[in-house]
């Protein structure tokens, strides 16, 4: 699947850094966090006349990123995301259900903007934060040959662009070093991974409207060049 569509988004998001870079190189920020992602997006559906639902699980991963501030208050955020769910789809079609697992990888890039509080309280400084992303859904097994129970289908990757809004909080740790606690919802369209919306020949998944990724996060920020 081609990915032309959302690097001008990508373009956009690295020259904005860059301009805020050169503005402010005296005071950034770099972070690093451990996830908990909850993607959200079940579905129940026949296929064939056979019943079917889809849903994912909660899984892991990790962010990076860095932020350059465009005043006291606001800045610019960009970070590259890569987390687990995997896509579980039920046969309800037989006397007892059959599950069939695949591992789901989903790498994002998001570019935000960050709003802080003017000043901290007991060490505690809350921000909001919203932007748009790219994510890549890419499926990794265990059984990538295998879709709703039909043989020699491959699925593909699913490209999305989507939005995420939320927040947190930063707490003082040590000199130029705060623990980060996030939430956000990562807001995209529900992924197909290349199969067609409507019957055919072979497998198809007919499913639509939006997924959403809630994602707690926590990890440490280093404050550069104070």
Do not use: W
């Given at each position: 699947?081609?990915?032309?569509?959302?690097?001008?988004?990508?373009?956009?998001?690295?020259?904005?850094?860059?301009?805020?870079?050169?503005?402010?190189?005296?005071?950034?920020?770099?972070?690093?966090?451990?996830?908990?992602?909850?993607?959200?997006?079940?579905?129940?559906?026949?296929?064939?006349?056979?019943?079917?639902?889809?849903?994912?699980?909660?899984?892991?991963?990790?962010?990076?990123?860095?932020?350059?501030?465009?005043?006291?208050?606001?800045?610019?955020?960009?970070?590259?995301?890569?987390?687990?769910?995997?896509?579980?789809?039920?046969?309800?079609?037989?006397?007892?259900?059959?599950?069939?697992?695949?591992?789901?990888?989903?790498?994002?890039?998001?570019?935000?903007?960050?709003?802080?509080?003017?000043?901290?309280?007991?060490?505690?400084?809350?921000?909001?934060?919203?932007?748009?992303?790219?994510?890549?859904?890419?499926?990794?097994?265990?059984?990538?040959?295998?879709?709703?129970?039909?043989?020699?289908?491959?699925?593909?990757?699913?490209?999305?662009?989507?939005?995420?809004?939320?927040?947190?909080?930063?707490?003082?740790?040590?000199?130029?070093?705060?623990?980060?606690?996030?939430?956000?919802?990562?807001?995209?369209?529900?992924?197909?991974?290349?199969?067609?919306?409507?019957?055919?020949?072979?497998?198809?998944?007919?499913?639509?409207?939006?997924?959403?990724?809630l994602q707690y996060s926590a990890g440490i920020v280093v404050h550069l060049g104070k």
């Open positions: 699947m081609k990915v032309a569509r959302p690097l001008p988004i990508v373009v956009a998001v690295v020259a904005l850094c860059a301009s805020a870079t050169a503005l402010n190189a005296e005071d950034f920020s770099v972070f690093a966090m451990g996830s908990i992602s909850s993607l959200f997006d079940k579905g129940y559906y026949n296929e064939y006349t056979t019943p079917y639902g889809s849903t994912y699980k909660t899984g892991g991963g990790i962010t990076f990123g860095a932020e350059v501030p465009l005043g006291k208050i606001l800045g610019v955020e960009g970070s590259y995301s890569k987390v687990r769910n995997n896509l579980v789809l039920t046969n309800y079609g037989v006397s007892t259900p059959e599950e069939f697992g695949y591992g789901i990888h989903n790498q994002r890039l998001s570019g935000d903007l960050v709003a802080h509080a003017p000043r901290s309280l007991l060490g505690f400084k809350p921000y909001l934060a919203a932007g748009l992303e790219y994510d890549r859904f890419s499926p990794t097994g265990p059984s990538p040959n295998v879709f709703n129970g039909f043989v020699n289908v491959s699925l593909g990757n699913a490209n999305k662009v989507g939005v995420n809004y939320g927040g947190g909080v930063d707490m003082s740790l040590l000199p130029h070093i705060n623990l980060r606690v996030d939430v956000r919802d990562h807001l995209t369209g529900t992924p197909t991974y290349g199969l067609p919306p409507s019957s055919g020949v072979g497998a198809y998944f007919p499913v639509s409207g939006a997924a959403h990724d």
